[in-house]
C-alpha cells in the first residue's frame, strides 16, 4: 500500500512538472527583467519595484532568475493597465497567478486572459476576487 501512494505520489509530481513547463511557454513564454526592461523602456530596477509589488507576474525558474510571461504584456508591449488590480485580489503565488490567467473560468465562458485582451478587465477583477478568496 506504501508503495502505491509513493508511486501515485511520483505521478502527481512528474505530471505537476508537466504542465508547470506548458504553463512557462503558453502565449510566446517568457522574457527577463533585462528583456522586460527594453520591452517596456524602463530600467531593470523599475522592473524589480514592479515584480516585488505584484504588478507583473513573474516566477523563478530553475537557476534562481526571474521571468516575465510574454501574454501579460499589450499588443503595445505595455503591461495591460488593469494588472496590478487583478493581481491584487488574487493569493500572491506565481502559480496561483500562472493558472488564473490561462485557465478557462465557466463564470467568464473562457480564460480571463482572453477578456483582459478584449477590454473586460471589470469582468475578470470580479471573477479574480472569487478565486483569491477560495485560494486563500
Do not use: C, Y
Not at 488564473?100 to 471589470?122: D, I, Q, T
Request: hydrophobic share 40%; net charge positive.
Amino acid at each position: 500500500m506504501i508503495a502505491s501512494n509513493e508511486a501515485a505520489i511520483a505521478r502527481a509530481l512528474e505530471r505537476g512538472v508537466v504542465v508547470r513547463k506548458e504553463m512557462e511557454q503558453e502565449e510566446g513564454g517568457s522574457r527577463s527583467d533585462e528583456q522586460v526592461a527594453e520591452l517596456i523602456n524602463i530600467t531593470r530596477q523599475t522592473v524589480v519595484r514592479w515584480r516585488q509589488a505584484r504588478r507583473l507576474v513573474a516566477w523563478q525558474d530553475e537557476s534562481g532568475h526571474w521571468r516575465f510571461p510574454v501574454w501579460q504584456f499589450d499588443d503595445a508591449g505595455r503591461p495591460f493597465p488593469e494588472l496590478a488590480a487583478i493581481l491584487s485580489e488574487l493569493p500572491g503565488d506565481s502559480w496561483s497567478d500562472m493558472t488564473f490567467f490561462l485557465s478557462e473560468s465557466e463564470s467568464l465562458r473562457g480564460r480571463p486572459l482572453n477578456l483582459l485582451r478584449r477590454g473586460k478587465a471589470k469582468r475578470v477583477r470580479l471573477v479574480a476576487m472569487r478565486f483569491g478568496r477560495q485560494g486563500a
